[in-house]
T-cell receptor, first 112, second 112 residues
Framework: AQSVAQPEDQVNVAEGNPLTVKCTYS??????LFWYVQYPNRGLQFLLK??????LVKGSYGFEAEFNKSQTSFHLKKPSALVSDSALYFC??????????FGSGTRLQVQP | NAGVMQNPRHLVRRRGQEARLRCSPM?????VYWYRQLPEEGLKFMVY????????ESGMPKERFSAEFPKEGPSILRIQQVVRGDSAAYFC??????????FGPGTRLTVL
């Protein structure tokens, strides 16, 4: 069985500063890893995914994530945060394109 | 290209009534997934369907819940004899085979 851990319930960062939202995973076999963002009362929007290849994945809205196999991590990053990035972020893992297992979510608060 | 559509967006039912939630996948997507999100929690997988087939229902409660994805028309998640604990946001996602899942806006079910 697979699992995802997002150790921080909330991350606070000042606008213009870099941000990191942490994610670690456990899965047998090669993982498919995803980041989604959820705005209030909305569905989830896909940000980026890692399946294979380059460990640094670039996604939507300037976000990127780094896959680290030895640390079983897939942290989300952005060089310069915007107030509009404030939202709930979910990391997810899937065994080869089947059902997603989500982390508990991390609330990102970007202060002006 | 329209995204994943769900209706109704909000549904209020009294205890003991039936709830029917509909999901129309993105054009060209033959796979549908249903997830449930309880307040302040992450999403939990319920069921994975292809046209006329249930592929994985390991996340579905054993009683009162059923899902279908007929040859024609939307996927339906049906909850019989609703109880207060069924109150949640129900999200549908669709994908091509083995590819990224794209989410609908969700149906927020309130059981009085």
């Amino acid at each position: 069985a697979q699992s995802v851990a997002q150790p921080e319930d909330q991350v606070n960062v000042a606008e213009g500063n870099p941000l990191t939202v942490k994610c670690t995973y456990s899965v047998s076999g090669n993982p498919y890893l995803f980041w989604y963002v959820q705005y209030p009362n909305r569905g989830l929007q896909f940000l980026l995914k890692y399946i294979t290849g380059d460990n640094l994945v670039k996604g939507s809205y300037g976000f990127e994530a780094e896959f680290n196999k030895s640390q079983t991590s897939f942290h989300l990053k952005k060089p310069s945060a915007l107030v509009s990035d404030s939202a709930l972020y979910f990391c997810a893992v899937s065994p080869q394109g089947r059902a997603l297992t989500f982390g508990s979510g991390t609330r990102l608060q970007v202060q002006p | 290209n329209a995204g994943v559509m769900q209706n109704p967006r909000h549904l209020v039912r009294r205890r003991g009534q039936e709830a029917r939630l509909r999901c129309s996948p993105m054009k060209g997507h033959s796979h549908v997934y249903w997830y449930r999100q309880l307040p302040e929690e992450g999403l939990k997988f319920m069921v994975y369907l292809q046209k006329e087939n249930i592929i994985d229902e390991s996340g579905m409660p054993k009683e009162r819940f059923s899902a279908e994805f007929p040859k024609e028309g939307p996927s339906i998640l049906r909850i019989q004899q609703v109880v207060r604990g069924d109150s949640a946001a129900y999200f549908c996602a669709s994908s091509p085979p083995g590819d990224t899942q794209y989410f609908g806006p969700g149906t927020r079910l309130t059981v009085l």
